[in-house]
């Protein structure tokens, strides 16, 4: 985004407002991870992981919220270690996850990451089953 605003403060207020805006109202669950643990996430996420409030989800590790093993074989506990250690080389990640549900039920989903120089790691669930554009890449999972 450009903007040929002078004031660069409040350019950067508004673009914090925007990027706030767009975190908070996105359909998908974004959940945002620093140093291995889940430190803000949306609405979305709450509502898809069946938690209550925010406080329920923040602070755990991925693998806290997943099953003991991912459907490649892997545990959730060493996926999710090399995901986020290769989050900080590869920047973006696109992956198949399943995580528990607060009443225990599995959810599949696909997983995207993107990170920045900041250390923080924001992870994007979304369905791939209602969503048309992913039909090829989520068969390759299926």
Same mark, same amino acid.
């Given at each position: 985004?450009?903007? +040929?605003?002078?004031?660069?403060?409040?350019? !950067?207020?508004?673009?914090? =407002?925007?990027?706030?805006?767009?975190?908070? $109202? /996105?359909?998908?669950?974004?959940?945002?991870? #620093?140093?291995? #643990?889940?430190?803000?996430? %949306?609405?979305?996420?709450?509502?898809?992981?069946?938690?209550?409030?925010?406080?329920?989800?923040?602070?755990?590790?991925?693998?806290?919220?997943?099953?003991?093993?991912?459907?490649?074989?892997?545990?959730?506990?060493?996926?999710? =270690?090399?995901?986020?250690? $290769?989050? /900080?080389? !590869?920047?973006? !990640?696109?992956?198949?996850?399943?995580?528990?549900?607060?009443?225990?039920? /599995?959810?599949?989903?696909?997983?995207? /990451?993107?990170? +920045?120089?900041? =250390?923080?790691?924001?992870? !994007?669930?979304?369905?791939?089953? %209602?969503?048309?554009?992913?039909? =090829?890449?989520?068969? +390759?999972?299926?």
């Amino acid at each position: 985004m450009v903007r +040929k605003d002078s004031d660069q403060s409040s350019t !950067q207020t508004a673009d914090g =407002n925007l990027y706030q805006a767009l975190f908070d $109202n /996105s359909p998908d669950a974004i959940l945002i991870v #620093k140093d291995s #643990k889940f430190v803000e996430c %949306n609405q979305s996420a709450i509502d898809m992981l069946g938690f209550l409030d925010m406080d329920e989800l923040l602070q755990s590790h991925p693998s806290d919220i997943s099953p003991e093993y991912q459907p490649d074989g892997q545990t959730s506990l060493d996926k999710a =270690n090399k995901i986020m250690a $290769n989050a /900080s080389s !590869q920047h973006r !990640q696109r992956f198949e996850w399943v995580h528990l549900r607060a009443d225990g039920g /599995s959810l599949r989903r696909l997983s995207s /990451s993107i990170t +920045k120089p900041l =250390n923080y790691c924001i992870k !994007q669930l979304y369905d791939p089953v %209602n969503d048309p554009t992913t039909d =090829n890449l989520y068969s +390759k999972y299926s």
